[in-house]
């Protein structure tokens, strides 16, 4: 299972060796870069911890705030029409063309960071939740509808459940992708803060090849591990789905 990869990962570095040893002011040596992490751990993992602060308490927010709405509409149509146009000129906006209105607006500190990332999230985890609390069994509905349900026992008991594979679904795709919208804010406020983002633009600006790829090497491996956190809660919460096993097998 795991051959295919490391072959083609080897491939990769060789070839990504092979290049450095004969272009090296354009890419530093593997050696070098790891070189660089293992001589500042503190330094990198410092800068991290804050972009990881940043990806998971602006994804918390995004996913939260999708997925109420996501219900609202589940329940509600007109508001799906009035707001899903809305959701989509979000999506279609390039968020690095609105993050410094976004930071001027609540300045330079982690809230616009927080906001960005959160937009980032946003409408990919809205449409994921909506299809979910939707994809319900029509049988299951009318049974509950039967029983004179409330509309809050009918999310909980039969909306809410149906949904989750694809909440967990959407998880996946958006934690990543938190890390993404974490390092675009710090781009665009680099310098008054820490984080992984600012890192890479300060060391841009020194012409420190070394830092700018030992800092995309920590990314890479915050969303690898936030990707496997979710297919592991999803192993474990989901036991009674079928994703679960195809969650574990990811």
Not at 165 to 171: K, M
Request: charged share 10%; with cysteine.
């Amino acid at each position: 299972m795991w051959v295919p990869p490391l072959v083609a990962f080897a491939v990769l570095a060789g070839a990504w060796q092979l290049y450095a040893v004969h272009n090296p002011t354009v890419i530093p040596k593997i050696q070098q870069v790891v070189s660089q992490l293992v001589d500042r751990p503190y330094f990198f993992f410092r800068n991290a911890l804050t972009t990881i602060q940043e990806a998971v308490v602006g994804a918390a927010f995004g996913m939260g705030m999708a997925f109420l709405l996501a219900v609202l509409m589940s329940f509600v149509r007109i508001v799906e029409r009035a707001v899903l146009p809305l959701a989509v000129i979000l999506n279609v906006t390039p968020v690095i063309a609105v993050a410094p209105a976004l930071v001027v607006a609540f300045g330079f500190g982690m809230t616009p960071k927080y906001v960005i990332t959160a937009v980032v999230v946003f409408f990919p985890f809205l449409i994921n939740a909506l299809i979910g609390l939707r994809s319900i069994d029509p049988l299951s509905l009318d049974v509950l509808t039967t029983l004179h349900a409330s509309r809050t026992e009918v999310l909980w008991r039969l909306r809410l459940p149906s949904s989750l594979p694809f909440l967990f679904a959407a998880a996946r795709i958006c934690m990543p992708l938190s890390v993404i919208g974490a390092v675009v804010a710090e781009f665009v406020a680099a310098g008054r803060t820490n984080g992984l983002g600012t890192l890479i633009v300060t060391a841009a600006s020194l012409g420190d090849l070394k830092t700018i790829y030992a800092a995309v090497a920590v990314l890479a491996v915050t969303g690898i591990v936030f990707f496997l956190v979710v297919v592991i809660l999803q192993a474990k919460l989901l036991t009674w789905h079928s994703s679960a096993a195809t969650a574990a097998n990811a």
